[in-house]
């Protein structure tokens, strides 16, 4: 082909003007293309973010809800004349926790510091650019970098298990204690207690660096009120006509409709305790936690209840809410790392210790009116256990399509865990032990601050009267004839001395 006068011919011409036109079509719909993918990836990771903060915030209502399956069990559980008194504190209790988790508790706990103690964070100020996750978090609440959910949803979700620590304490101590003492000491628990314990497990601190595992509280929630409700129970003593020449005598709940009621609650809020601990919407763990929750309550119950008809000769309807919530604290830590049917022998074997428990407790002369330390504290120790004795290992397939979990303890030592398993024991004993220790002495130094400052208990008439009246100025059931509770020894003499001879004597 002849070229002249170094111009193209003109179909040469038209051709590389087709090529241009398609070659920037090309360009142009490859880059719409990429703007749709990046834009569609970015909603999607939105819509994720906006689905899992809803899915947490829906579950810390329902771990909130709690509060109302406490103060209906514990006021069931308790004598008539203290009713106020114990809707009282399981009202006033979370306000208390809000402030002090919000102030202080939450950097202790979750704030970067050291492996002891948060330094950083408090009033909820600390720098943070969630929701982003992993090595693209930055901020100074590190340890919740997995989460992809704003940092608002992480305190709310964890102000419900500060709550329900720090309310575990008022059935223990229940019919005796001040208003004031408790009030106290429910900030001190929320702000120091409580964060300490969670930040050597939840906050990337020394327990949790060992590979002590808890998914959802048996220890960090659980055994830290139970602990602190011993120690408080202890330094107050038993009720007025408890104990009498070495026997214990029943002093029986005035209503068992309310306390069924709050059981019935405490469960529901549960799903929402432990499933909610995910802090994001994975369908398979979660309904699988769910069903292992749900197992262990059923078998709790089951098992309590036939305990103690065998023990006692009859089911006794208290000891079947405490079997089913013993359940519940049991499989707390594991529920994410066992198969359903593991969970129900959890709840099996926590349904029968509880019995024993608080059976246990009664003989050493230590008055829990609710069986609070039996249910919360021996429930978490055994439940902390569990994890050690039956998780299902890591990367181990439920099905084709679910791995149970990637990270988290090793294989339970009963299904054939081996030296790793072994460890783990030794771990989560170890996280026992280390937690009850801290737990015991920081609640013995409060406990015993407030009983020298401002007292513990309430005087000897007081308590007869009842603390609805003596703390509160109120009745809890208006225009009812209140039978007044008397020690079982001066009802004696008073019905003797003042009753008239039969008719005809």
């Known amino acids: 082909m002849k070229l002249s006068n170094n111009r193209l011919p003109l179909s040469w011409q038209a051709c590389l003007l087709l090529v241009t036109l398609f070659w920037s079509i090309g360009i142009a719909s490859a880059a ?9 990836e970015a909603s999607l990771r939105e819509w994720k973010v906006g689905l899992d903060t809803i899915w947490v915030i829906f579950t810390g209502c329902l771990v909130f809800f709690m509060n109302a399956g406490f103060a209906m069990l514990e006021s069931g559980f308790c004598r008539q004349k203290n009713a106020v008194n ?17 102030a202080v508790g939450f950097g202790v706990m979750f704030g970067d510091g050291n492996p002891i103690v948060g330094t950083s964070g408090f009033f909820l100020s600390g720098s943070d650019n969630s929701p982003r996750t992993e090595i693209s978090y930055q901020g100074v609440y590190s340890s919740l970098a997995w989460a992809g959910i704003p940092l608002q949803a992480k305190f709310f979700f964890h102000l419900g298990f500060v709550g329900i620590a720090t309310t575990i304490v008022s059935g223990a101590v229940a019919e005796r204690i001040k208003f004031l003492a408790f ?3 429910s900030l001190f628990l929320a702000g120091i207690g409580y964060p300490i314990a969670g930040h050597w497990i ?41 104990y009498q020449n070495g ?15 709050g059981g019935l609650i405490l469960w529901l809020g549960w799903f929402g305790f432990n499933a909610g601990s995910t802090l994001a919407v994975e369908p398979h763990v979660i309904t699988h936690v769910l069903l292992t929750t749900n197992m262990a309550a059923a078998t709790g119950g089951i098992a309590a209840t036939v305990t103690s008809w065998w023990y006692f000769g009859k089911p006794d309807l208290s000891v079947t809410i405490n079997g089913v919530l013993s359940g519940l604290v049991g499989i707390t830590a594991s529920c994410r790392f066992v198969t359903i049917g593991w969970a129900g022998v959890i709840g099996l074997v926590a349904g029968v210790v509880v019995v024993f428990a608080v059976d246990f407790f009664d003989k050493l002369q230590i008055d829990d009116p609710v069986g609070a330390i039996a249910v919360h504290l021996v429930g978490g120790i055994w439940g902390t256990l569990a994890v050690a004795l039956f998780a299902l290992g890591p990367g181990v397939n439920l099905n084709p399509n679910f791995i149970l979990y990637e990270e988290g303890p090793a294989r339970g030592l009963l299904i054939g865990g081996g030296l790793a398993g072994l460890r783990q024991l030794f771990v989560q004993l170890l996280g026992i032990a280390s937690i009850s220790l801290l737990t015991t002495i920081l609640s013995w130094l409060a406990w015993s601050s407030i009983k020298w400052i401002v007292g513990m208990r309430v005087s000897f008439d007081a308590e007869l009267k009842g603390l609805d009246i003596s703390e509160h100025g109120l009745h809890a059931y208006n225009d009812f004839l209140v039978k007044q509770d008397l020690p079982p020894r001066s009802l004696r003499t008073l019905l003797t001395r003042r009753m008239p001879p039969p008719p005809g004597s």
């Open 86 to 102: 114990l809707l009282a504190k399981n009202f006033i209790v979370f306000a208390l926790s809000t402030v002090a988790f919000w």
């Open 202 to 242: 939840w906050g990337n601190g020394w327990l949790h660096r060992l590979g002590f595992w808890d998914f959802a509280g048996s220890t960090v929630v659980h055994s830290v009120g139970g602990w602190a409700a011993l120690v408080g129970a202890v330094l107050l003593g038993p009720r007025i006509g408890k």
């Open 183 to 185: 009030f106290v000491f």
């Open 32 to 40: 719409a293309q990429s703007l749709n993918s990046a834009n569609l």
């Open 247 to 261: 026997n214990s005598l029943a002093l029986p709940g005035h209503n068992l409709t309310t306390a069924t009621l």
